[in-house]
């Protein structure tokens, strides 16, 4: 079985879709951080965000794994690195990237293979796993996402303002809507959940009990058998 999490940045996707995962003992992706080690490489190597073909050339040669809730690339736990402010602000150049996004989607259906998971990101209903059995579409407004991100942020000593992560965040949203291929968009099949004034466990609680039902609905059709 396979539920995806779709939904803007800072909905709560990662903290939901990892305890909902551990809570029906499904295998859980973190597609963007795929996107992230990408970005993170190419930083490491100093390629230039405009050198479209050798970004190509240098995500197709990489070797990322998700085993868990960490993130490897060529072997290396690069769960912490990837979440720096630097590899945030330009990952973009790498969402961006059409033959990139074709690859990573490529890698997260064979992640995917074989197990049930939660998979979340921004694509995973409506491009990668289009027949998944249960889609969710995670959002919150503007304020309180940014609210959320501000507080991981001030938690993990970076100094930025409420304003800037606003800004920054609008940003990202905008560009992340507006994208050619693999725009962020709920699947016309998706469940809508905003988690506005709810607290993690409730979040939780809601997607757990629609996915044990979607679980009842595909066993009665004999459709898990
Ligand atoms: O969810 P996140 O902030 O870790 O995602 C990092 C970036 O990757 C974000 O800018 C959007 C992009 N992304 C995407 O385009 N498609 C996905 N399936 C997952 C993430």
Not at 134 to 150: G, H, V
Not at 168 to 190: H, I, K, P, S, W
């Amino acid at each position: 079985m396979i539920v995806t999490i779709d939904g803007p940045a800072g909905a709560g996707k990662s903290s939901v879709a990892k305890l909902l995962a551990e809570r029906i003992g499904f295998r859980f992706l973190d597609t963007g951080a795929m996107y992230r080690a990408v970005a993170w490489a190419v930083i490491e190597q100093g390629i230039s965000w405009e050198a479209t073909n050798q970004l190509e050339t240098l995500a197709k040669g990489l070797h990322i794994d998700l085993r868990g809730n960490r993130t490897f690339l060529n072997g290396d736990d690069v769960s912490e690195v990837i979440r720096h402010s630097d590899v945030t602000t330009s990952v973009k150049h790498i969402a961006d990237h059409a033959e990139i996004r074709s690859h990573l989607i490529v890698l997260q259906r064979k992640l995917a293979e074989g197990s049930d998971i939660v998979t979340e990101g921004r694509d995973q209903g409506t491009l990668a796993f289009p027949h998944a059995e249960c889609k969710i579409f995670l959002t919150a407004s503007m304020e309180e996402r940014a609210r959320r991100r501000w507080d991981q942020l001030s938690e993990k000593g970076e100094k930025v303002s409420f304003e800037q992560v606003l800004r920054q965040q609008n940003a990202r949203d905008e560009r992340d809507r507006a994208r050619d291929f693999g725009r962020l968009e709920a699947a016309v099949d998706a469940i809508h959940i905003s988690t506005d004034g709810m607290q993690l466990d409730e979040v939780v609680d809601t997607l757990e009990k629609l996915v044990r039902e979607q679980m009842t609905n595909l066993s009665q059709d004999g459709r898990m058998d």
